[in-house]
């Protein structure tokens, strides 16, 4: 079955850490770009991070710089969020996205929250 499953999402106290992961399955991950996006409450979605098929991450946002850092293992076939430094405007879905052949995951809550 061709799908993206996100976990490790959870709540955690400003200034805290998270890693999410991504895991394909069905499909040739190695040779698509991936990203992460979000979307809070009452707002759009939002591209978090790119990164190729070689593992250059693109489209980094612009609030997040020098706290999340996007990932790859094309081994096991595993897309990650490392994000660190978390912030309560950081709370969202977070979501995977395959390009070329579009395909989301079903999402991963994260609320960042004294």
């Known amino acids: 079955q061709v799908q993206l499953v996100e976990s490790g999402g959870g709540l955690v106290q400003p200034g805290g850490s998270l890693r999410l992961s991504c895991a394909a399955s069905g499909f040739t991950f190695s040779i698509y770009v991936m990203s992460w996006y979000r979307q809070a409450p009452g707002k759009e979605r939002e591209l978090v991070a790119s990164?190729?098929?070689?593992?250059?991450?693109?489209n980094l946002l612009e609030s997040v710089k020098g706290r999340f850092t996007i990932s790859r293992d094309n081994a096991k076939n595993t897309l990650y969020l490392q994000m660190n430094l978390l912030k309560p405007e950081d709370t969202a879905v977070y979501y995977c996205?395959?390009?070329?052949?579009?395909?989301w995951g079903q999402g991963t809550q994260v609320t960042v929250s004294s």
């Open positions: 996205r395959r390009w070329g052949y579009e395909l």
């Open positions: 990164i190729t098929r070689a593992g250059t991450v693109t």
